[in-house]
């Protein structure tokens, strides 16, 4: 499985940006998909995640409530969009890949065993 994320930029606070990853690979549609970010000095963090059934998770109520997960398996593309962006949100946001076949996510990282490159999320004030 190969990710390509894509979608990060520049934006204020309060601002919205939406991220894709796209996948290549015959499982994708089995794959438990989930997004990271590692902030400037922090280690890497689930964001949310979502499973082939369509079930989600994420890591606070805080990023519930303003972040969405999607995914769309005809394209094999896993989307996050971001509204009401703050700065703590500056961040390289991963996209990665469970390719288990489990139901369910899980929001470690040793779960996931392929990554994309990342996509740099910056939120000015």
């Known amino acids: 499985v190969q990710l390509q994320a894509s979608g990060g930029g520049l934006v204020q606070t309060g601002g919205s940006l939406g991220l894709s990853c796209a996948a290549s690979?015959?499982?994708?549609?089995?794959?438990?998909m989930g997004w990271f970010r590692q902030g400037p000095g922090k280690s890497r963090e689930f964001v949310a995640g979502i499973d082939w059934t369509g079930g989600t998770v994420y890591n606070t109520d805080s990023v519930k409530a303003r972040f969405t997960i999607s995914r769309d398996n005809a394209k094999s593309m896993v989307y996050l969009q971001l509204n009401s962006l703050k700065a703590d949100d500056t961040a390289v946001y991963y996209c990665?890949?469970?390719?288990?076949?489990?139901?369910?996510?899980?929001?470690?990282?040793?779960?996931?065993?392929?990554w994309g490159q990342g996509t740099l999320v910056t939120v000015s004030s």
């Open positions: 990665a890949a469970d390719s288990s076949g489990r139901i369910g996510v899980g929001m470690s990282a040793h779960r996931y065993d392929y």
């Open positions: 690979g015959r499982t994708f549609n089995r794959n438990t």
